[in-house]
């Protein structure tokens, strides 16, 4: 396991109530510049007709585009940077390379719901990473309110590993003539907690939506239990969304391995930019 000499990025507080909640949000942490950087080159993603684009149930609006760090060099250069990639290996305790990135678009009127879930089951059972070592790093590219479908979490829900989840089988309606990977991306998830299950951690630990402004950068635990509601608000909520792994990690199912730009084939280290 190597580790590069680098000063840290997230203090000691922070790696803390990471570690005990299964989140951290840096409320502001991206300078205005980069995020309007991230936002004009978000627009660009989104325009994009490609099998990385997935619409929401109503076949029209653009949902999510994955593996934009492989296709934008703006995207590309912002995931190396150390707010980013420095923060995943504060986190992780060693090298880290990028297992998925997404653009959440959450649009504003249509955005669908995201249904309570654990990211880990999915790159668990469909790309074969044996162990929960990876970081969800989330950058509000909008500001996030309680009004336009902010990611809810059942704090400290990670402690629990992998949750009881029932696997939905088959392709979720109005995607019939998707490719079969596509059943982890909609708004009918895959792998669905138990509600008892859900109930019992809610009245157990509250729930937690955070919000923040533009540039925020929220850190969550891969076994935290989290949702979001459609949007309701005329506000979008795009958030740019990726996926460190620890190096020593890599997926397993070689085999019949998903799609690069949603679980990457390789394992090369993220080389910060400063
Ligand atoms: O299949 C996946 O990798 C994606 N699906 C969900 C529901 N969360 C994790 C990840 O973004
Ligand atoms: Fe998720």
Redesign the pocket.
Known sequence: MQITQRTAVLNADAVATYRRTGFFLAAGLLPADVVGELSAAAAGILAQDSPRRITERDGVTVRSVYGPHQTDPVVARVCRRPELAGAAMDLLGEDVYIH?S?VNVKAAFVGDQ?EW?Q?YI??LK??GIRTPDLVNVAVFLDEVTEFNGPLTFVPCSHNEGVLAATEKHGVPVGYEDAPQWVS??TAD??YRVRHDVIARLATAHGLVSPKGPAGSVLFFHPNILHASSPNISPFGRTTL?T?YNAVSNPPTNTGNPRPDF??AHGTTPVRIIY
Do not use: S
């Open positions: 998925q997404k995201w879930h990211d999915y790159w469909d790309d982890t991306l998830e895959k969304i996926v949603l679980a």
